[in-house]
């Protein structure tokens, strides 16, 4: 029997002519793992929020959800508590309590569960995840990657049959991101919970889930397993096709039966199918001027605290798009604050097209992480207009990074990929010589990459140097001029991309470690296609 | 669990200390005032070693040193002069007195403070106070996450500001308010959209429903009745020891030890217009109990040491 029905479900929000969800039905058995994906805005959200009822949204909704042959309307608060797990995407913002140990017990404190019983649970759960070494930490004191593992542990605490997560790792680094994935697996392995997950990267995802559901404008386009997904792929909507794991994206043309989702099985596949065991290098040239040069930088943030940055030096060539890559804490946000002055190093020099950074007049601007801590007026229009007074550029600005028809919205209001458009708009308005990036592509989906892209490419030829900080390893093989690996406070590694990708093992692209060995200097899943392709004419 | 006192229940060590502190303050005989001073300098260095004898010489010491002078310079009660200021004003021998009793039982009360810190964590008067008021408890728990949480937000917000040429810490006077004002008006616009999205998190995990109650990781045990009972009985001997003024001293119009007896030798110090009366049965009593709810903590830490010690040495 279904764990979930969902019968021609409906719903639209309220001033709202198009349909949020249009006529959904979906069975979900008992322990399965479910992969729910789709652009940004196509309604998968909504969908999972439909599922528990106190988080549905508000609107007009017709059809009718079951859970355990239950209507979901008729359930109460404490069976819909007990039963089902939601877990948010910001990890920040469902932390109700100042102690984790607090924290995890929050849920169980709401049941009115005794002393001892919570007491026990949340031990249990503590260890099941490893969270006892900080049990009695505050909360703010946790890395992003901590606090989404707690997120999780303090809705299991409640032991639920069913998980909801909602892009639970758009916002943590490639290495919490698989971190968590893999803690949800476990969960859905070892106690059979169902889990239902949307996401943008489906790379870590996929190879874990046993379904995959595909919305389009708030209907089912595929429902089937991963493998199935990349026979068809090519009858799909684009923004899956970027979406994909780089095995499906570059294999789907050749395969007739299942279709390799992992690398592993990627490389078993293209060493059979392979005929060129070789590409070319691109080179992309580079101007010879240096836009920003560090020598000898070295930075800490209390007089007795261990260095952040350590004698780097660095030199950014003028016009170019340069990517810094490196784990967390090894210093790139605190280098992307030295070259827009907000901190000074405590000995080194920086120097911005030649001239001394404290006398230089070059504009620099800075795209922050948060991109909400930009926005000060009621639409987006005005909060444009704080910078450039002229509506006919703003509109131009408007038109290259496709927010014309946001002007009127409060910023707020937006989603995140939209915010993330407008936040850019304004800084692109600044007019800047050097514009820095903090992880631009974090929570971007698959297809507004791409925009982003060009997006970056057109405002190089405008003679502008982009520098971005990113753990988007596929981004920056992709599209990035050069790239630098930041590590242990200096700079390990300069080098141009293809390059740069091509020399590290781990720390590379999904295509360089399935290409490795089988086809040389092969970086990005158009190295491969172009090997494939070429064996299919002959 | 941790050692000595700090180890007890939130229960026991409230308890100790909303006594000592009232007690410290309604005592004001000499002996008293020392015994407590040297308890609670004794537990306040057990407890933070070298950062309190810091404290205790660069600021506590100092305050004393104040009180005592603001008082003999501005009181003008008392009988006895000993000089007369430039001013006219005569210093008497009653309010430098008085000055030193109300430093010393400031300095004390703040050590005890200071150790209170110490030993109830937010986490256990969480735990004391969720039990009377479980919804305020909550409260007080977000709060003190979002402090921290928001002041980090301004940071955040005023360095991305910053990075689009909007300083709030350069250019006029007049454009830095505006930039401040606006960082302000972006925290507070960021903070309600995300309220939303706590309380769905809230709701999420069954917030609202009937029978909700504060969880405490803490676990009562026999040696916390002991301290319970302990610290109760002196409690109630104290407050017989107040009804009965048993340990009275009276410093205006002039200094009066003890309360007037019909027994034993009342010595007189005709100079200063001192009087010290012998102390009763009762006093004596009061004084002893008196010492034992002062160094109660220091006593259950030398309990431990000497257990840890004669384990150590079987092994």
Excluded at chain 1, 299 to 319: A, H, M, Q, T, V
Excluded at chain 1, 323 to 343: H, P
Excluded at chain 1, 461 to 479: Q, R
Aim: charged share 20%.
């Amino acid at each position: 029997m279904e764990q979930i029905k969902i019968e021609n479900l409906t719903f639209s929000y309220p001033l709202c002519d198009e349909k949020a969800i249009d006529n959904i039905s979906l069975s979900v058995k008992a322990g399965e793992f479910i992969v729910l994906c789709g652009k940004s805005g196509c309604g998968k959200t909504t969908l999972l929020k439909h599922l528990k009822k106190e988080l549905a949204p508000h609107g007009e909704k017709s059809g009718k959800i079951f859970i355990d042959g239950k209507n979901s309307d008729e359930m109460s608060l404490r069976e819909s508590a007990e039963k089902i797990g939601f877990v948010m995407q910001n990890p920040d913002l469902q932390i109700v309590t100042d102690k984790v140990w607090h924290e995890l017990s929050f849920g169980l404190e709401n049941l009115g569960l005794s002393n001892d019983e919570i007491g026990l649970r949340t031990a249990e759960m503590a260890s099941y995840f490893g969270i006892g070494q900080w049990y009695n930490q505050k909360t703010t004191l946790l890395s992003g990657g901590q606090k989404q593992l707690m997120n999780l542990a303090s809705v299991m605490v409640m032991h639920p049959d069913i998980l909801l997560l909602d892009e639970p790792t758009s916002q943590l680094d490639p290495v919490s991101a698989e971190n968590f994935l893999h803690t949800v697996s476990k969960i859905n392995r070892e106690l059979g919970v169902t889990v239902i997950i949307t996401e943008q990267r489906l790379e870590e995802v996929f190879p874990c889930a046993d379904r995959a559901v595909v919305m389009d404008e708030g209907k089912i386009i595929f429902d089937g397993t991963p493998s199935q997904m990349g026979k068809v792929l090519s009858d799909m909507p684009s923004f899956l096709r970027f979406a994909v794991p780089t095995p499906m994206r570059v294999f789907s043309k050749f395969c007739k039966e299942n279709c390799p989702v992992t690398v592993c099985e990627g490389r078993r596949f293209l060493r059979e199918i392979s005929h060129k065991n070789e590409v070319n290098f691109e080179e992309k040239n580079t101007s010879e001027n240096v836009a920003v040069e560090l020598k000898n930088i070295c930075f800490r943030y209390e007089k007795n605290g261990k260095d952040i940055l350590k004698n780097l030096s660095l030199k950014i060539p003028e016009k170019s798009f340069f990517a810094i890559l490196g784990g967390n804490g090894a210093g790139k946000t605190t280098l992307l604050k030295i070259i827009n002055s907000t901190l000074s190093p405590f000995s080194g020099k920086v120097k911005i097209f030649g001239e001394n950074q404290k006398k230089s007049k070059a504009k620099i601007s800075t795209l922050p992480q948060d991109v909400q801590a930009l926005f000060t007026a009621k639409t987006v229009m005005l909060d444009l207009k704080e910078i450039e007074k002229d509506e006919s550029e703003i509109l131009k600005i408007a038109s290259l990074v496709k927010i014309e028809n946001l002007l009127s919205k409060h910023p707020f209001d937006l989603s995140g990929g939209e915010q993330q458009r407008a936040a850019l708009a304004k800084v692109l308005l600044c007019k800047p010589q050097i514009l820095l990036l903090d992880e631009p592509t974090k929570g971007m989906d698959a297809e507004f990459k791409n925009d982003f892209a060009n997006i970056v490419a057109s405002l190089k030829n405008d003679g502008c140097t982009v520098v971005m900080i990113s753990h988007d390893v596929e981004f920056c093989a992709k599209y990035a001029d050069m790239c630098a690996m930041v590590f242990d406070g200096s700079v390990a590694a300069a080098e141009t991309a293809h390059k740069f990708f091509n020399e590290n093992r781990f720390y590379t692209t999904s295509a360089a470690r399935m290409a490795r060995g089988i086809i040389k200097n092969a970086v990005t899943d158009e190295n491969i296609i172009l090997c494939l392709n070429e064996k299919s004419f002959q | 669990m941790e050692a000595g006192f700090k180890g007890y229940h939130p229960v026991p060590n409230l308890i100790y200390f909303l006594s000592i502190v009232i007690f410290s303050l309604l005592f004001k005989h000499p002996l008293t005032l020392a015994v407590c001073f040297a308890a609670s300098i004794c537990y306040y260095i057990k407890l933070c070693g070298r950062q309190a004898v810091k404290n205790f010489f660069c600021v506590l010491l100092p305050m004393l040193v104040v009180v005592l002078l603001i008082n003999g310079i501005f009181a003008h009660y008392g009988t006895t002069p000993i000089f007369t200021l430039p001013s006219g004003n005569k210093m008497t021998f009653e309010a430098i007195v008085y000055g030193f009793v109300l430093g010393l039982s400031a300095v004390t009360v703040m050590m005890w403070f200071f150790c209170y810190n110490e030993v109830v964590t937010a986490d256990k008067f969480m735990f004391v106070f969720g039990k009377f008021l479980p919804a305020a408890a909550l409260v007080f728990s977000m709060a003190l996450r979002f402090v921290p949480l928001y002041k980090n937000r301004l940071y955040i917000i005023a360095e991305a500001q910053r990075g689009i040429g909007k300083d709030y810490k350069s250019g006029t006077l007049l454009e830095r308010i505006k930039n401040g004002g606006k960082i302000m008006s972006i925290l507070i616009t960021w903070s309600l959209e995300n309220a939303v999205e706590i309380s769905d998190s809230m709701r999420a995990r069954g917030y609202g429903l009937k029978g909700r109650k504060a969880y405490g990781k803490f676990k009562w045990s026999g040696k916390d009745f002991v301290a319970v009972f302990v610290i109760i009985l002196i409690d109630i001997l104290l407050i017989f020891g107040c009804i009965f003024k048993s340990v009275h001293c009276v410093y205006n119009p002039y200094i009066v030890i003890n309360p007037k007896a019909d027994f034993g030798k009342t010595y007189f110090v005709n100079q200063l217009n001192l009087t010290l009366n012998p102390t009763s049965f009762f006093g004596i009593i009061t004084l002893i109990a008196f010492t034992v709810l002062c160094f109660l903590p220091l006593i259950i830490e030398l309990k431990e040491d000497i257990k840890w010690n004669r384990l150590k040495s079987k092994i």
